[in-house]
Structures are given as structure tokens and as C-alpha cells.
């Protein structure tokens, strides 16, 4: 599976962005896509994901600010961030969840000025 990570940048505390993560090659055994960040000499922390029925889990920091959501028919999936906070800063890595292990993204850099 390859990803294609979209949509990071550098935006002040209050706004928004939208991450987008195309998948392509062999789909086969995933059974949710989603969202992990890893901020500096922390650990890689869920942000998010959602399985193939839809259903839905988020990091508890996120909770109520983070929306994940996808389109079958495109493999991509969306996340939409808003209230960002500078502790929300760091890299977001798309991955995909299988019975063997998970797939990353090379990640995609998310920077909140305060």
C-alpha cells in the first residue's frame, strides 16, 4: 500500500486544516485507515482512524475538534482539524491498519503558531 499525504502546513492557533491521504496498490486486509503525529522527542500518539464500516476512534486530545472521514470510492481518507492548538503540532502519518501490522506514510508536517 502507498500513500499519498496531503494538506499540512503552518497555521495560527484557532484555524483549520484538512489532511488528505490517497491510498493505492493492494488494499486487500485493511481494516481501518487513519491518522497517527508524532511531535519531537515524544512518542507516535493516535489522532484518529475510522474502520471499513465507518466506524469511528479518536485520540482523546482531539475529541470534539478532529473529524476523520472518507471516500470509498477514491481510497482517501480526510481529516479535519480545527481549534488547533500549538500542542497540536507535529508530523501526522496516514496508516492503515491490517492483521499483520500497519502500513505508514512518509507524514506530512502540521506547525500551529501561537
Known amino acids: 500500500v502507498q500513500f499519498v499525504e496531503s494538506g499540512g502546513g503552518l497555521v495560527q492557533a484557532g484555524g483549520s486544516l484538512r489532511l488528505s491521504c490517497a491510498a493505492s496498490?493492494?488494499?486487500?486486509?485493511?481494516?481501518?485507515i487513519g491518522w497517527y503525529r508524532q511531535a519531537p522527542g515524544k512518542q507516535r500518539d493516535l489522532v484518529a482512524t475510522i474502520s471499513n464500516g465507518g466506524s469511528t476512534n479518536y485520540g482523546d486530545s482531539v475529541k470534539g475538534r478532529f473529524t476523520i472521514s472518507k471516500d470509498n470510492a477514491k481510497n482517501t481518507v480526510y481529516l479535519q482539524m480545527s481549534s488547533l492548538k500549538p500542542e497540536d503540532t507535529a508530523v501526522y502519518y496516514c496508516?492503515?491498519?491490517?492483521?499483520?501490522?500497519?502500513?505508514w506514510g512518509q507524514g506530512t508536517q502540521v506547525t500551529v503558531s501561537s
Open positions: 496498490g493492494s488494499t486487500f486486509g485493511i481494516n481501518a
Open positions: 496508516t492503515a491498519e491490517t492483521g499483520w501490522g500497519p502500513y
